[in-house]
């Protein structure tokens, strides 16, 4: 069984500029959320997809958007970014049995903003 | 609203002594509360959930729906507690609301 991984790593980008971060669910995993956490704070939530679908979104602007792929990775994209948008993205995969299964995160991507 | 609150940013204590870590919540249902931690160079991970009603590696939480809180607490601390812990709250949309996390440094 293999677990949550998220790419890349770190990345860097200028205000501005759009990226586009990487997860890879759990095996057997077919929802997905997305969090950002700033240094110091707890994750936030930024949405949640369940076969293919988006299933629930935090107080976020538009700019942010996702995909679930059919195979339940998914993708984070950021549009126009801002030097607020620096924090740390994780994304949690869990099998929707009921809303409260356990979430299992990701390492998390280190996004900068210059 | 609906709130997670971590008073504490960082927790000190000596090994051996009582830890309680500190977690309050503002929630108009029935809340399914947690506890993760993220020990130093690892991905955040699920240590209790209240409904299981379980201890893990010692530690134990009890909702007080009274006191709208839900405090993590161990006996005997022990080094490698060492982490940052955060509470949350599941709401009924199906998101995770995390507190701001609580430090809690368990020296020799």
């Known amino acids: 069984e293999t677990g949550v991984t998220q790419s890349p790593t770190h990345l860097i980008k200028t205000r501005g500029q759009q990226v586009t971060l990487r997860c890879s669910s759990q095996s057997g995993h077919n929802t997905v959320s997305w969090y950002q956490q700033a240094l110091g704070q707890g994750p936030q939530f930024i949405f949640q997809y369940y076969r293919e679908e988006e299933n629930g979104r935090g107080n976020f602007p538009p700019r942010f958007s996702g995909l679930q792929f059919p195979n339940y990775s998914s993708e984070l994209n950021v549009n126009a970014l801002e030097l607020d948008d620096s924090a740390l993205y994780l994304c949690a995969s869990s099998l929707y049995r009921d809303p409260t299964d356990t979430q299992y995160f990701g390492p998390g991507t280190r996004l900068t903003v210059l | 609203a609906q709130r997670v609150t971590q008073p504490e940013k960082l927790l000190s204590v000596f090994k051996g002594a009582p830890v309680e870590l500190k977690c309050n919540y503002s929630y108009s249902g029935s809340p399914e509360l947690f506890w993760y931690v993220q020990y130093s160079r690892q991905r955040l991970q699920l240590l209790l959930r209240h409904i299981s009603r379980e201890s893990i590696k010692g530690f134990t939480a009890d909702l007080n729906k009274g006191e709208t809180s839900f405090h993590l607490k161990k006996p005997f601390a022990q080094e490698e507690d060492s982490a940052m812990y955060y509470c949350?709250?599941?709401?009924?949309?199906?998101?995770?609301?995390f507190g701001q996390g609580t430090e809690l440094s368990v020296k020799p």
């Open positions: 949350a709250l599941f709401n009924q949309g199906g998101k995770l609301i």
